[in-house]
Nanobody, 121 residues
Framework: QVQLVESGGGLVQAGGSLRLSCAAS????????MGWYRRVPGKQRELVARIIRSGSTNYADSMEGRFTISRDNTKNTVYLQMNSLRPEDTAVYYC???????????????WGQGTQVTVSS
């Protein structure tokens, strides 16, 4: 059983910073990519940032320059450093991964349970 467990959400004032972490655990053969999405109530879930095993990254336009995604392949963990936070960044942030579980060796997608980030003005 593969799980993605997020941590690091919370309440912060506008202009502040938060760091999210997501650890993938379980019987994992290899991870192709990990990333973060977010969902604002009433809107569709949107990509925040993604990083592949080689370290290449891509960001949503509104986050680039403020958010930084990084990854520790030895720990199967992805991080999202969020700086200069704005009230419109308030959302539930979800960790996402595409990986090969040992049970099937089929490339599969997994989601974390989500962590709330609230930015007050």
């Amino acid at each position: 059983q593969v799980q993605l467990v997020e941590s690091g959400g919370g309440l912060v004032q506008a202009g502040g910073s938060l760091r999210l972490s997501c650890a993938a655990s379980g019987s994992i053969a290899s991870i192709n990519d990990m990333g973060w999405y977010r969902r604002v109530p009433g809107k569709q879930r949107e990509l925040v940032a993604r990083i592949i095993r080689s370290g290449s990254t891509n960001y949503a336009d509104s986050m680039e320059g403020r958010f930084t995604i990084s990854r520790d392949n030895t720990k199967n963990t992805v991080y999202l450093q969020m700086n200069s936070l704005r009230p419109e960044d308030t959302a539930v942030y979800y960790c996402n991964a595409h990986l090969w579980p040992r049970v099937s060796y089929l490339l599969s997608e997994y989601w974390g349970q989500g962590t709330q980030v609230t930015v007050s003005s």
